[in-house]
């Protein structure tokens, strides 16, 4: 069974660029998540879909981030413009179901290898 | 709000000893879970283990085990047999409520480096 595949692994922009990454999540994964992982860091959540719908953005800076999952199964995440404090690892990761009620079944989130961004 | 802490930034574990990586959270939630993941160079987070706040033993995967300890709220990786291989990043995570939504928060990680 295919993993998480994301695309480009790896990008170099020059500041005030665009850029977009792809993510193809694990099929029947209905829960689609994207993360930013600074160096030394944790991942933490940018937006979390629930088959096309986004239900968490919290965490998402609106003023340069969108991103689309307009199927329900692989997802978009654009930056425009491009600072150089967005230099990052990009992560997508899927679950088969939203997160559950703490306690019960793990429904742990299977991760992709990332894109590392540098913003020149 | 939920917390996850994670004060090793990096460890070092001779092969074929055991290695406890530690991991304290903090959450007013009554339920949670944790998870532990391994980041190797490759960039990919792997899901090693899981426990649930409710679950009475503690949770365990082939050479993981996690020593859940609830009152202090304390969730370590224990990793017996170390390999070559096990050379990594580690990062503990929690799912609870967090602004309203369900989701995983992680700790900042440990660097663990297995010696020959």
């Known amino acids: 069974e295919a993993g998480v595949v994301q695309s480009p692994r790896y990008k170099i922009i020059e500041k005030k660029q665009p850029v977009a990454f792809w993510c193809n999540p694990i099929s029947g994964h209905n829960t689609l998540y994207w993360y930013l992982q600074n160096l030394g860091q944790g991942p933490e959540l940018l937006i979390r879909?629930?088959?096309?719908?986004?239900?968490?953005d919290s965490q998402l800076p609106k003023d340069r981030f969108s991103a689309e999952r307009l199927k329900g199964v692989d997802s978009t995440l654009k930056i425009q413009p491009a600072e150089l404090g967005d230099s990052a690892v990009y992560l997508c990761?899927?679950?088969?179901?939203?997160?559950?009620?703490?306690?019960?079944?793990?429904?742990?989130?299977?991760f992709g290898p990332g894109t590392r961004l540098t913003v020149l | 709000a939920q917390k996850i802490t994670q004060t090793q930034p990096g460890m070092f574990v001779q092969e074929k000893e055991a290695v406890t990586l530690d991991c304290t959270y903090d959450?007013?939630?009554?339920?949670?879970?944790l998870f532990w993941y391994k980041q190797p160079s490759s960039g990919e987070m792997i899901f090693l283990i899981y426990?649930?706040?409710?679950?009475?033993q503690n949770a365990t995967e082939g050479r993981y085990s996690l020593n859940f300890q609830k009152a202090r709220k304390s969730a370590n990786l224990v990793i017996s047999a170390s390999q070559l291989g096990d050379s990594a990043m580690y990062f503990c995570a929690m799912r609870g409520s967090s602004g309203g939504y369900q989701k995983v928060t992680f700790g900042t990680g440990t660097k663990l480096q297995v010696i020959p």
């Open positions: 426990q649930g706040s409710y679950d009475q």
């Open positions: 879909y629930e088959n096309e719908e986004a239900v968490d």
């Open positions: 990761a899927s679950s088969l179901q939203p997160p559950a009620l703490p306690g019960l079944a793990a429904n742990e989130q299977f």
């Open positions: 959450t007013s939630d009554p339920s949670y879970g």
